[in-house]
């Protein structure tokens, strides 16, 4: 597979003012890298987790006049859509690339999948990487690293994610834009394989 990584060029797409030039930016640059991907990374989930993953690149569709600050393509067992149901995700802020397992505040087993998290906290807490992060809310760009979460904060968002209906988790990591893998398409292909493999306990505890 060819694919050449990524540049300082598309993650400055979200310094474009504008709606329509900042989204023929994201089409032009950005989504052709998101093709690839999908093309890719549906079998690659399907053969890991046992399941047909489908890609969902975002559109942004309803947007009338405020740009998009970030994009993504997602991956679910959904053809029609994901946000109802555990995915994982490949994106970029104008920061950094993301890659997550996610449950957002769609997803109807959030409750059922927090509640299982909390059985499995102290599992949880050895088996997630410490340069990993969590993430409490798909719309902002800040993450937290989970070799610094102390257990009472992880448990407390975990909580959170059970009783609140709006609230969200997500997990995975965060790669900075001046990272030299991300300009190394190989080494990236490799590094987000293995970040799949690493949260897919996650989504198998999802089901």
Not at 24 to 34: G, L, T, V, W, Y
Not at 104 to 131: C, G, R, S, V, W
Not at 172 to 191: F, M, Q, T, V
């Amino acid at each position: 597979m060819s694919f050449n990584g990524f540049s300082t060029e598309d993650f400055d797409v979200f310094t474009i003012d504008g709606l329509p030039e900042r989204m023929e930016a994201i089409s032009s640059r950005i989504r052709p890298k998101f093709e690839v991907f999908a093309s890719y990374y549906s079998p690659f989930l399907t053969a890991v987790s046992g399941h047909e993953m489908f890609p969902h690149i975002a559109k942004h569709a309803r947007r009338t006049v405020n740009p998009p600050n970030d994009t993504w393509i997602a991956f679910s067992t959904n053809k029609r859509g994901y946000k109802m149901a555990p995915h994982f995700q490949i994106g970029l802020w104008k920061s950094h690339l993301f890659v997550w397992f996610a449950l957002i505040y769609e997803a109807k087993m959030k409750a059922t999948f927090a509640a299982k998290l909390l059985e499995n906290l102290d599992q949880l807490k050895n088996q997630i990487p410490a340069d990993f992060v969590w993430s409490w809310d798909h719309m902002s760009p800040e993450a937290f690293s989970h070799g610094a979460l102390a257990e009472s904060d992880l448990r407390k968002a975990i909580q959170r994610v059970k009783d609140v209906k709006k609230a969200e988790i997500l997990c995975g990591i965060n790669i900075d834009r001046s990272d030299p893998i991300l300009a190394d398409g190989n080494k990236l292909i490799e590094k987000i394989e293995t970040t799949f493999e690493t949260i897919m306990p996650l989504y198998e505890l999802s089901l």
